[in-house]
């Protein structure tokens, strides 16, 4: 009989923590400081950038030969890079949701936005702050809301003792603090 077709149980894997799935529904989570740096970089890209680039190309179409211009060329190339990023960040704002973490301002429980505090199982302490994907900043000790720190952690509380699943091995973590801005009045 051949093996492909033999019944294998899977009992052994059930009893190993699994990491935990990804969120679905498309939603691009994001604070209203990174949705203004995104949405500052769309505005300056489409009312200053772009317009300047078309200046340089008008300008240097009009020199007469295109194809040893090397102003026009590398001028066509830039706007090609600008359409691009242009589309890319509306996509990207039309599928945002923005999420102010300071409403959980004094809360000891893990949310989007959060700035928490962690030992490892060798008792060295970790601090990230769970972002979106498009704000997070790695070597700012920022993590994107999809990643598996911040999917171990979301929903968590403080003195909570949790499996964070890796590739070398399963990781035991304890939060130790959660942190939130403190709201902004308007």
Not at 70 to 85: P, T
């Amino acid at each position: 009989m051949n093996k492909a077709f033999t019944k294998e149980t899977d009992d052994a894997d059930d009893d190993e923590p699994q990491l935990p799935l990804v969120p679905t529904g498309g939603k691009n989570y994001i604070t209203p400081q990174g949705y203004a740096r995104i949405h500052s970089e769309l505005l300056d890209l489409i009312d200053n950038e772009r317009p300047r680039v078309v200046e340089i190309v008008h300008w240097a179409a009009s020199n007469g030969d295109r194809s040893e211009n090397g102003d026009y060329i590398y001028g066509k190339k830039r706007l090609r890079e600008i359409d691009r990023r242009i589309r890319f960040l509306t996509r990207r704002i039309e599928i945002m949701e923005v999420t102010d973490p300071a409403v959980h301002h004094g809360s000891d429980q893990i949310f989007f936005g959060a700035c928490v505090t962690y030992l490892d199982n060798t008792g060295l302490a970790r601090t990230v702050t769970i972002l979106g994907i498009d704000e997070a900043d790695s070597s700012q000790g920022q993590v994107n809301w999809v990643s598996p720190i911040a999917r171990t952690l979301l929903k968590a509380r403080t003195g909570d003792v949790l499996q964070l699943v890796t590739p070398v091995a399963i990781v035991e973590i304890e939060v130790v603090s959660v942190q939130y801005p403190v709201p902004t009045l308007r």
